[in-house]
């Protein structure tokens, strides 16, 4: 089973527009991490935030904002007035100890496709 | 700084090569990682580092094998590949491997095995 899903494959959206990317995880530790990262097409995955599992409140970045709720089990990422720079593939991944490392799952991405 | 950098950018090799791919960090960071991407996937561990030692090898073939020289150097060292082994290769670096600490990783090496 995928502790990390990411159910939207692929999100084409019109330049200014909100778009939400969800991630739903699962895990049965109490002591956890959840990322999100960007790879754009050149390929570099780059690190967007980290929360960990004793701290649900939300956090707005600029034009990003993210929604944590332990009661779902979701951690999801809203884009406000999205541009084209956003296209990119979004990873959600969770992190759970396993003999003491956190070493992150990833979900299988988002493609995020802004038209201008 | 929070930049991980890797050489080459593209490699092609045939499949009785030998090549290295190499990364190199400089935050101070006690954690290295390999990992194979394949397209429209996401990235799949391959090795991980602690304090310079090899703490987890994910089943990876015995053709890739990972070296690290000092705290800043992360090789992977290719012998033998096989087509399906063509992928980019992502290195990354974080503080440690407890506490969840988010990873940095480098723009990749997009490898091709002919």
């Known amino acids: 089973a995928q502790k990390v899903t990411q159910a939207q494959t692929e999100i084409s959206v019109v330049e200014k527009e909100d778009v939400t990317l969800d991630c739903v995880y699962e895990?049965?530790?109490?002591?956890?991490?959840l990322f999100w990262y960007k790879q754009p097409p050149s390929g570099e995955l780059v690190f967007l935030i980290r929360?960990?599992?004793?701290?649900?409140q939300n956090e707005i970045s600029g034009r990003y904002s993210w929604n944590f709720q332990k009661s779902t089990s979701s951690f999801n990422f809203t884009i406000t007035a999205s541009q084209v720079v956003d296209s990119a593939v979004y990873f959600c991944?969770?992190?759970?100890?396993?003999?003491?490392?956190?070493?992150?799952?990833f979900g299988r991405g988002t493609s995020l496709i802004v038209h201008p | 700084d929070t930049e991980v950098t890797q050489t080459p950018k593209h490699l092609v090799m045939g499949m009785t090569n030998k090549k290295s791919l190499k990364c190199e960090q400089h935050m101070g960071h006690r954690a290295m990682y390999w990992y194979k991407q394949k397209a429209k996937k996401p990235p799949e561990l391959m090795f991980v580092?602690?304090?310079?030692?090899?703490?987890i090898n994910e089943s990876v073939p015995s053709r890739f094998s990972p070296e690290c020289p000092n705290s800043s150097l992360l090789n992977l060292h290719l012998h033998a590949l096989q087509p399906e082994d063509s992928a980019l290769y992502l290195c990354a670096s974080s503080r440690g491997r407890g506490q969840g600490y988010e990873q940095y990783f480098g723009p990749g090496t997009r490898l091709t095995v002919t």
């Open positions: 895990t049965r530790d109490t002591t956890y991490y």
């Open positions: 991944a969770l992190s759970e100890s396993t003999g003491g490392s956190y070493i992150p799952t």
């Open positions: 929360r960990n599992s004793f701290d649900e």
């Open positions: 580092y602690s304090y310079e030692k090899l703490s």
